[in-house]
């Protein structure tokens, strides 16, 4: 146990010197040769203090910091004289291809690479390795283990890719679904549910905000007489036909839904009752002139008429509170003889 966490503590401290070794070369703008790497490596580890101050002056002056002194401090402190010219040149070379291949996984990889346990052991032995077969071996491993990486980070970019396009995608089909459930398939406008969500909204607006809104309810009149005479088609065609005159002269911010069957409603926000009376009128008249025919038979359909309730919310009223003033200011519209419009009490 103790053997492990000093074996752990030393591929820590290895990454470590490692760090602050490319970390102090690229400060220096000098170039990441084995030799420069070699010589900070050994001076972050404290291995020779004659070493280290021979460093330190460089760094307060790294313009003098080149290639033929940097050289002779290699084979004073690291090298001890023990290296054969041949091995030196080729190992020399091995360990400059090794450094820039870890200076491009660092560019690339980041921090997440050098986390990797096998590449700080192998970092720790290129620092000692004075063989030219070992450099080769252990650049070869890098570069193994690099690769595999990268394939790695890859295949998780493909499918964290494709995973985020099936999320979006389940999303739009979400969003849709919610909107075809608050929609009515025949008209397209609002049905009761979406009708329903949006009386809700405005009267929380208006409570926290202190507006008034009003209401409009809506009935075709004799409707039934149009399906029984004309058949359902031609019912459907009216109901078309109604909702594309109410959307084409209401107010964007206004709501205009599908009530039910023949009923259609409209939520008016920051209007007076005064201001919903003028806008009903303004609809049961449009209708009113309105002469309709079958498209097929070309047989006069007639006029068509509506009723129409309004009502201006209270403070403090519920939503169906709301909704049974207007029905019952619809009721009595028809009830006097229908194509009328009546105020709430």
């Known amino acids: 146990m103790l053997e492990q966490q000093s074996d752990h503590k030393g591929i820590q401290a290895s990454s470590e010197i490692f760090r602050l070794s490319l970390a ?32 330190d002056r460089m760094i307060v002056a790294p313009e003098k910091w080149d290639d033929l002194h940097a050289q002779t401090l290699f084979d004073r402190y690291v090298c001890h004289g023990t290296c054969s010219k041949t091995n030196k040149n080729l190992r020399d070379e091995l360990l400059s291809t090794v450094a820039n291949i870890l200076g491009m996984l660092i560019d690339m990889a980041g921090k997440t690479a050098l986390s990797n346990g096998a590449l ?4 720790e032995s290129l620092a000692h390795t004075e063989s030219p077969e070992k450099v080769l071996k252990i650049a070869s491993s890098i570069i193994s283990e690099t690769r595999q ?18 999320i979006q995608s389940l999303k739009l089909e979400l969003d849709d679904a919610r909107r075809q459930a608050s ?11 979406g009708f329903d969500q949006e009386l809700n909204k405005i009267i929380e607006e208006s409570r926290e905000n202190l507006t008034t809104f009003s209401f409009i309810m809506i009935d075709i009149d004799h409707f039934k007489n149009i399906n029984d005479t004309y058949g359902h088609l ?20 206004d709501e205009l839904a599908r009530f039910g069957g023949e009923e259609f409603a409209i939520i008016m926000p920051d209007t007076l009752i005064t201001g919903a009376f ?3 009128e303004n609809l049961r008249r449009s209708i009113e002139k309105l002469r309709l025919k079958h498209s097929r038979t070309g047989e006069q359909i007639g006029q068509v008429t509506i009723s129409i309730g309004v009502a201006c919310s209270r403070p403090g009223e519920s939503a169906q509170d709301l909704i049974d003033r207007c029905d019952r200011a619809l009721y009595r519209a028809k009830s006097l003889g229908r194509n009328r419009t009546i105020i709430a009490e």
Do not use: C, W
């Open 24 to 55: 102090k070369l690229g400060q220096l703008k000098l170039p990441i040769t084995s030799v420069n790497y070699s010589l900070l490596y050994f001076y972050f580890a404290g291995v020779d203090l004659a070493l280290n101050e021979e460093i």
């Open 120 to 123: 700080e052991k192998h970092m």
């Open 149 to 166: 990486f990268v394939d790695d980070t890859k295949m998780f970019e493909s499918n964290l890719e494709d995973t985020t396009q099936e």
């Open 183 to 193: 929609r009515d398939p025949l008209t397209g406008l609002a049905n009761r549910r």
């Open 234 to 253: 031609v019912g459907d065609k009216v109901l078309i036909g109604l909702s594309q005159v109410l959307s084409k002269q209401v107010r964007g911010s």
């Open 278 to 280: 003028t806008v009903a």
